[in-house]
């Protein structure tokens, strides 16, 4: 059944090698820079389900170098993870298209891939415990060390620059410059504590620290805990998988983890550091 899709999905689903009789699709989380569904077959009487996503060509401009990375990172993570208790819920497990490849293009120039859906795990978009920001930063470690002899070549970049802080402080600048809508004589405290800071925006460059593959999102909710344990399982969202730096991945940890507020909250009274967080995330990481 398929009700108000914007995309065929059945037809888009039986291009990949999914077996069974199609069921149902229906819109599945609360993400918002894929289009993501939730697919839903009949295998010999059991209902099996996985995730089906259209990829923002918009945001990420190379659709089959992404889904290259993407799959070289599965692989090398299944491949590690093969000795340990359910290694299929451990690992995004990819699904590949009728031609073996690991996404579909359709007539409209969209690129479409397949994950095998993990059950009885689930995500969570604000930090409840000390014990999740545990597990989601040892989960996140756990990901470099895996991948820290991923064989070459050097996996392509998703998104050019997109921790490279120089950069993006100039960013800034020609904005506050330019102050199209008139914003900067409001947000005026915050421009000039970040225009003091300039200084240190190059630090982590200058530092010459080693390249390795780092995940470059380390949201809580790009970690699934499972249901019955509140272990992490595996860590998802591999969009942005791509060369970086380690810092980058426990910065970003520790400013999405340690705030008990959402990540566009607009009352800034709600945001703050719980330093107890910060502690759970350093020791996961360790």
């Not at 889904?67 to 590690?80: D, F, G, I, S, Y």
């Not at 451990?90 to 579909?104: E, F, H, K, Q, S």
């Not at 990540?263 to 945001?271: C, H, I, P, W």
Request: glycine share 6%; proline share 6%.
């Amino acid at each position: 059944m398929e009700l108000n899709l914007k995309h065929p999905v059945r037809a888009v689903a039986r291009q990949f090698q999914l077996h069974g009789q199609f069921l149902t699709a229906a819109p599945y989380g609360s993400g918002h820079m894929h289009e993501t569904y939730c697919v839903v077959f009949d295998q010999g009487g059991a209902r099996v389900r996985y995730i089906l996503q259209r990829i923002n060509h918009l945001v990420f401009k190379n659709p089959p170098a992404l889904m290259q990375n993407v799959q070289r990172v599965t692989a090398h993570l299944a491949e590690k993870s093969a000795g340990q208790s359910e290694p299929g819920r451990r690992v995004l497990t990819l699904i590949p298209a009728r031609d073996g490849g690991p996404y579909y293009c359709d007539a409209q120039g969209n690129h479409w891939r397949v994950y095998i859906f993990i059950e009885k795990a689930r995500t969570f978009d604000v930090v409840e415990s000390a014990r999740q920001a545990f597990e989601s930063a040892k989960a996140f470690g756990q990901f470099q060390k895996l991948l820290a002899d991923l064989p070459a070549p050097r996996l392509h970049d998703t998104i050019p620059d997109f921790h490279n802080t120089p950069k993006r402080f100039a960013a800034l600048e020609k904005a506050v410059a330019a102050d199209a809508v008139n914003r900067a004589t409001l947000a005026k405290p915050e421009i000039e504590f970040a225009f003091k800071r300039k200084p240190i925006t190059s630090m982590l460059l200058d530092a010459k620290l080693p390249e390795r593959v780092t995940h470059n999102d380390t949201k809580l909710n790009n970690v699934m805990l499972d249901d019955a344990t509140g272990e992490a399982i595996c860590v998802i969202d591999l969009d942005t998988a791509m060369p970086g730096l380690a810092l980058y991945d426990f910065g970003d940890t520790v400013r999405t983890m340690t705030s008990p507020a959402q990540e566009d909250e607009r009352d800034l009274s709600k945001v703050r550091m719980q330093f107890p967080m910060f502690e759970a995330l350093v020791r996961g990481y360790l």
